[in-house]
Nanobody, 130 residues
Framework: EVKLVESGGGLVQAGGSLRLSCAASGFTFDGYAIGWYRQALGEEREGVAVIDNRDGSTYYADSVKGRFTISVDNANNVVYLQMNNLKPEDTAYYYC???????????????????????WGQGTQVTVSS
């Protein structure tokens, strides 16, 4: 079965850290862009961080630059999102998605329809208390 499974979400105080994981099964990340997206209650979906696994190029939303880092473990088919210095405004449902053959910049702006992705996960909740 082809799927992406996220884990690592939870409740953390402002200033704390979390590491989200996105594990792929049934396919490998070779040739894919993999992105982390988030959607807060009542808000639009936002591309947070994306990595183009073809060349390692990345995209970060301005709101997370310097605090979040996306990385890929190709040996284990896992993409991570290290989130440091978390803020209450980072509270959202986070999910990962993958699409073959696109740049990180382009992938970051695929935020409206699920069919924009080849694969997507079910997501994980991140809550940051003040």
């Amino acid at each position: 079965e082809v799927k992406l499974v996220e884990s690592g979400g939870g409740l953390v105080q402002a200033g704390g850290s979390l590491r989200l994981s996105c594990a792929a099964s049934g396919f490998t990340f070779d040739g894919y862009a993999i992105g982390w997206y988030r959607q807060a209650l009542g808000e639009e979906r936002e591309g947070v961080a994306v990595i183009d696994n073809r060349d390692g190029s990345t995209y970060y939303a301005d709101s997370v630059k310097g605090r979040f880092t996306i990385s890929v473990d190709n040996a284990n088919n896992v993409v991570y999102l290290q989130m440091n210095n978390l803020k209450p405004e980072d509270t959202a449902y986070y999910y990962c998605a993958a699409r073959e053959g696109v740049t990180a910049q382009a992938m970051a702006h695929y935020t409206r329809y699920r069919y924009e992705y080849d694969y997507w996960g079910q997501g994980t909740q991140v809550t940051v208390s003040s």
